[in-house]
């Protein structure tokens, strides 16, 4: 597993749980009752000090969480939570995004629904052709075509949201990208499905909000959700990102979940396991699957674009 | 014109007459000509030997595009300050301060109403004199009145921008405008009222990728910026160098993604026709 800076202890343990277990397999000579006692110490210790450690994360260290590289994406979303699913591709007008997932599937076996996710992939090769979880103009489309149809067959929209934000490039401008967004968002907003947008990751500005503008935005306990980077928050208004002004800018923008259910800039949050969700996996892919599940039932019948306009133009005023 | 009633007195535009002692010489950022200062006003801030727009005040805009420079302007509602307490090495407040004394403005924008060409419409406009035009609530909150006014008034909305995109020391509560403001636009669209988009220089990020490309016209400016990510972002993302006249108006209509670039001599009239054709 990969060990973020702050989490030091939590690998330091490891290390020495390793080791024990190792010069146990190896049957060295010494006191194995102890070292067997020592390993279920450790692990207990290891166990509490996570769920310190996570109980206080700070802004910055929220960030790091919420851009683990080991945290359920979008794909394992889909493949754990949606069963028959089927992959819709392409935007019929310039080509396909590999950063966007999308298609149509039973949501855990039961209700049928469309879903978007953004993907930043594992690999190298991955990350690369998915230019890291950027969505450019064809992969917002894409999802407009994919609402669209939901909103004429009647299905449920879930967005599963984890980018940095919108591609910043060349074809990416001269194809529309503020265009892309600004559609996207109007798409949402035109369609009589309930929508429900869960942060999983990296909530990056215009780029995530393209995608977010539901009846309910759920964010992962770690996700973040900001108008801009810290460092790039940090450069801008700091001018200079660095060690000390990144963690400033990620304070001040109030960018955690926390802060944002808070702020009532969002609807609610989904727990993660301790010590995040990139520490297991499955369970965080199980609470957002019930929570979803849960959030359809509340929400049958009940959505319109009327109460998601009237939403939107109520949220954070006054 | 029972619709201007609602609205508080006209007011009229007042053009300084300066001295001749008072008089300046403006340099064209373009070709670097010497131009006159007063003929800056008449000449709607175009330089005369090469035609390069410079940035248009907006008082003088609005002067120029409404009929005998006679218009009203439409409150908005105060939104309060500073939402986040955001200190970055100077306090949000103190900014907020100082661009109110430099402006004379609430916030980066006006909302008003009048006739061009004598069809009644209402105007949101940004001023980029103002933290570079930034959304914040408050500038939110004008383009959702005034799209709300148009829709009650069933009269064209015509938007102006420039902006530098969010106003980060708002956070979240910025990146919300660009939702507000598309969730007002979706209204007056089902209102069946026409949208009119000018984008003035320099038009990004999250304005850009809201309102300013919700037009059921977008019409822009010679020589505007306009893109989502600025051009530094970018040049830095891909490591090299932008092309040619990169997210320039021109290159824009070229790519397909605005209607036309007018000339501000030729504005008043373009408006003026499309409000009365689509209106
Ligand atoms: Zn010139």
Redesign the interface.
Known sequence: MHYLEFEKPLLEMTERITALRTALGKGEVGAEKDMEKEVARLTVKQARVARLLYRNLDAAQKVQVARHPGRPQGDDYISALLKDFVPLAGDRRFGEDKAILAGIGLWQGTHKVAVVATRKGKTTTQRLERNFGMPKPEGYRTAMRVFDLANRFGLPIITLVDTPGAYPGIEAEERGQAEAIAASMSKLLDVNVPVITIITGEGGSGGALALAVADEVLMLEHAVYSVISPEGCAAILWKEANKETIPQAASALKLTAQDLEKLGLIDGLIKEPVGGAHRDESLTITRVGDTVSRTLLRLKGKSSKENRRKKFLALGHG | MSWLTNFSKPKISTRKKRGVSASVWAKCPACGDLIYDQDLVPNLYVCGACGHHLRWPLKERLAAWFDKGLYTEIPVPH??DD??Q????KRYKDRLKEARKATGREDAFVVASGEVGGNPCVVVALDFDFMAGSMS?AVG?AV?VAAQAAQAAKTPLLAVTASGG?R?????????Q???T??????LREAGVPYIVMLADPTT??V???????GDVTLAEPGAL????GPR??AQ??GGT??EG??RAEYLKE???VDAVVARGAQKTTIARLISLLG
Request: neutral net charge; proline residues 6%.
């Open positions: 939104m309060p939402p986040l955001f200190k970055d090495r609530r909150e959702v969010a980060m020391q708002e956070s979240v509560f910025s990146l919300m660009m939702a507000r598309t969730a007002a636009l979706a209204d990020g999250g850009t990728a809201s309102f300013a490309m919700l306009i893109g989502f990510a972002v970018i993302t891909i932008l092309p990169f997210q790519h397909g993604m």
